[in-house]
């Protein structure tokens, strides 16, 4: 007897078992995808971790459907590494896999039956069960899988199946499991006659006049030059601005052929030019050289380079090495920075080795990067990645870059795994046994903490390229320009003075206020009731432009009443404000300026956040506001003004690195100006500027921003100093929730003490008609983290345990919360 012990993409705790044949245990490898039946109908597409000869004990192991791969699409290097991601992060294995591999590796779609409508069959020949599907498919004409268990009234169906094929009374349909389909693309050829001088001399004389179509056959020498490449139909078309009617005449004369090839999905359109690689200043090298040498002591390693240091062409020179070896290297970025500003920056580099995974790619686009990394083509050497790009099957890399790496949206939160990506590069560099080196204006208080420690190595930029000045800054208090009345809407008389400079020079400003939409509260001003979110427990933001209010958690919204709902005064009135009402104020004071906005609500779709980039980039727009969206990474030529509209919120948030972020979020904010040549200005309007915070901003001190959150960090033992667990329990019911969630903290309480916080509710309770409530374990450094973990875990079983609590949710984050 032969077993498989599989991964089902589900919250299972255990790996499962099948039964497998002798000739399909010889074929199976960990890493292949089989089909498998589960509980009662389902079937799931599994992946196989182990072959073996042990029955599992607790259940008999049923016989897997079919085996979707001919080689295993995961290696084992994926396996580990996904082990230990759900043993960190606290999740199942399942759970990992579901969100490693593109989705349509893993389509569960049930085997659909049909009639075989070519075979006459011999009722008479059927046995009663087999008689039982004949006959359903008379009256329907597909089944699936657990439809004839039901049926047949039996949960192995196989059997009968397998005899109703032998008898040809049933086809299956199977394309449902591969939905992959890889993309054609049209060419052209002038036929073979027309090859010769004289045949196409003779041949565009008898096209005289045809002008158009003669035009065509020109066209076709001028696209292909002396290099012969083939040929779009597409390309053709518009070279020649000839239509597709006067194309098609030359094929059905014989005098094009046409053709199709499959080509990937992933690869570029149109040239690139050939770039030499830049050679580094000064700084840059030395920063280079410190790299090798921390490399080389098999180090992790930090680059901090402030803003506009020319980190990226670091990194090329890295690059470079590593494929000059024949290595593959992955350069991870937050999904937002993914631009294709860096993307043809890289391929101007390194051509066609560059390929990109995004989940604003589809699922054909995510499936070729799998294969090619997979078959270790040369197109996928390089792999320019958001986050998810971790799980791709590398089986030889070089070098991981994290660029970045301080930004909060290398956390997942949701779905599990909820991982942080640069702590999976570091691990997966570990088992690739490859070089990583982690890149920031503004590194993480935690990897700088360890480059103090002597963990990690540490590079360094503190000049600009071009020895281009830091932007110079400027604090305006809003209290005493309100105070003064030198206010025009939310904008001091500086700032106002700042643009017209700038704008009056012809150069380009960057304004960012943190919230989106016009005004986050609308309040009634005689009986103070304000419209909240019927699911949440949140005030309705209101959106002028659709004239609605809307909830920024669940999508929630509604049109915009006249008169209070509560008493019906007309007398409503905003408090706060969003990127929308600054864009409004622009219009008036600057009627002439171009502005435009760049936030959530206005870069949806696929293309949306680039069609603004590059019309700012190619300076149709003067103004742009813009919520954080604008911080990520992006190299503007003309901007010499950045106005931060208010630093406040920043200031005030619940958590304990809202101070690390907030330092982080305006410094690179203020890194967009005057990146070339001129010094740059940054002007921050605030009513509490002399927070040290801010000061550290503008006096670009990350040492003492840095010293002052250590000490704050450990007088409340978070990390670095403290690992932290939070737990946070979810439910609709208010007092199961509360219940649920103070049982749990009386097992952690007796298990960790003085450690356990909570619980308590977050800031906003109640999401999608979901209550939460989180608690809070803290680990110091002396105390095994796998061991607390254990115990968690096993408190969790008991609480499972517990009827009336086993449907409220428990949720982990590990370290980033
Ligand atoms: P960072 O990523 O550190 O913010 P970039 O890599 O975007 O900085 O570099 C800032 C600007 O300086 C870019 O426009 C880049 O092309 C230019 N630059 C950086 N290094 C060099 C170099 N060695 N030679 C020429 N230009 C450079
Ligand atoms: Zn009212
Ligand atoms: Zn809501």
Redesign the pocket.
């Known amino acids: 007897m032969y077993f498989i012990d599989v991964i089902l993409p589900i919250p299972l705790e255990k790996f499962f078992t099948y039964r497998v044949s002798e000739t399909e245990a010889e074929f199976l490898e960990p890493g292949m995808r089989v089909g498998v039946p589960f509980g009662k109908s389902k079937v799931y597409t599994a992946l196989v971790f182990k072959v073996h000869r042990t029955p599992p004990e607790i259940y008999e192991a049923k016989e897997i459907h079919r085996i979707l791969d001919e080689s295993p699409i995961v290696n084992a290097f994926q396996l580990k590494h996904w082990k230990w991601m759900a043993q960190y992060y606290m999740c199942s294995l399942g759970e990992v896999f579901r969100s490693a591999v593109p989705s349509a590796f893993l389509l569960e779609s049930e085997t659909l039956i049909l009639r075989n409508t070519s075979h006459e069959v011999d009722e008479l020949a059927l046995k009663d069960d087999e008689f039982l599907v004949f006959e359903a498919l008379q009256h329907q004409s597909i089944l699936k899988v657990h439809e004839v268990s039901s049926i047949v009234d039996k949960k192995n169906v196989l059997p009968v199946l397998h005899r109703l094929l032998q008898k040809k009374v049933i086809v299956l349909k199977e394309e449902m499991y591969e939905q992959y389909k890889p993309k054609l693309e049209r060419f052209v050829k002038l036929s073979h006659a027309y090859r010769s001088e004289e045949s196409l001399e003779t041949l565009l004389e008898s096209l005289t006049r045809a002008p158009q179509q003669s035009q065509v056959i020109l066209s076709i020498f001028q696209i292909q030059g002396v290099s012969k490449k083939p040929i779009k139909t597409k390309e053709l078309e518009k070279v020649s601005g000839a239509s597709k009617a006067v194309i098609k005449a030359l094929i059905e004369k014989d005098i094009l052929e046409e053709y199709t090839i499959k080509v990937d999905r992933v690869n570029y359109e149109g040239e690139h030019e050939e770039y030499d690689v830049?050679?580094?200043?000064e700084y840059?090298q030395i920063a280079l050289d410190d790299i090798h040498r921390n490399f080389n002591d098999k180090r992790v390693t930090l680059l901090y380079?402030?803003?506009?240091?020319?980190?990226?062409?670091v990194y090329v020179q890295l690059i470079e090495n590593c494929i000059q070896l024949g290595k593959q290297a992955l350069y991870l970025l937050p999904e937002i920075a993914l631009t294709t500003q860096l993307i043809t920056r890289l391929q101007a580099y390194f051509g066609e080795k560059v390929s990109v995974y995004h989940s604003k790619y589809n699922v054909q686009e995510r499936i070729e990067v799998w294969n090619n990394v997979l078959a270790q083509k040369s197109k996928a050497q390089i792999v320019i990645g958001a986050r998810s790009a971790l799980f791709l099957p590398f089986s030889n890399v070089g070098l991981i870059i994290v660029d970045e790496e301080h930004e909060g949206s290398f956390k997942q939160f949701d779905p599990a795994p909820r991982y942080h990506a640069r702590d999976a590069a570091i691990v997966l560099a570990n088992l690739h046994d490859c070089n990583i080196l982690l890149g920031s204006?503004t590194p993480s208080i935690e990897s700088f903490y360890n480059t103090r420690s002597g963990k990690y190595g540490l590079a360094e930029?503190k000049r600009r390229?071009?020895n281009v000045l830091m932007p110079e800054m400027e604090l305006v208090d809003l209290k005493e320009q309100t105070r003064k009345k030198r206010m025009k809407g939310h904008f001091s008389e500086r700032l106002l003075e700042e643009i017209q400079t700038a704008l009056d020079e012809g150069e380009q400003v960057i304004l960012f206020q943190n919230r989106r939409g016009y005004a986050p509260i609308v309040e009634c001003s005689v009986c103070g009731h304000s419209p909240q979110c019927p699911n949440c427990d949140v005030s309705l933001t209101y959106h002028q432009y659709k004239k609605q209010l809307r909830c920024h958690y669940c999508g929630y919204h509604m049109a915009l009443q006249e008169s209070c709902q509560a008493c019906g005064s007309s007398a409503l009135d905003t408090k706060g404000f969003g990127t929308e009402q600054v864009e409004k104020e622009l219009e008036t004071l600057f009627p002439e300026a171009k502005t435009s906005r760049m936030d959530l609500d206005t870069t949806r779709g696929k293309h949306g956040y680039e069609k603004i980039i590059t019309a700012f980039e190619q300076q149709e727009i003067d103004i742009l506001v813009g919520t954080q969206m604008l911080t990520k990474?992006l190299?503007f030529r003309n901007v010499s003004l950045v106005g931060i509209m208010s630093a406040d919120s920043l200031l005030n948030f619940p958590d304990y690195r809202a101070h690390e972020r907030c330092f982080q979020l305006l410094t690179q904010v203020a890194?967009r100006a005057g990146?070339?040549k001129k010094r740059g200005k940054v002007i921050i309007q605030s009513y509490n500027p002399y927070h040290q915070i801010l000061k550290q901003v503008t006096t670009h001190d990350y040492e003492g921003m840095f010293k002052e959150q250590m000490y704050e960090r450990e007088q409340y033992k978070y990390p670095p100093k403290n690992r932290i667990i939070r737990i946070t329990f979810k439910h609709k019911e208010y007092n199961r929730l509360n219940e649920a969630a103070e049982w749990f903290a009386r097992g952690l309480r007796k298990a960790f003490g003085g450690s356990v916080l909570g619980p308590e509710y977050p800031p906003v309770a109640r999401i999608r008609n979901q209550y939460l409530k989180n608690v809070m374990v803290k680990i110091p450094m002396g105390q095994s983290l796998s061991k607390t973990k254990s115990a968690i875990k096993r408190i969790e079983k008991s609480f499972d345990a517990v009827s009336q609590y086993r449907s409220v949710r428990v949720i982990y984050n590990v370290d980033h919360v």
Do not use: H
Request: no cysteine; proline share 0%; glycine share 22%.
């Open positions: 830049k050679s580094l200043n840059q380079g402030v803003t506009s240091s020319g980190k990226t062409e204006a930029i390229y071009g990474g190299d890194g990146r070339t």
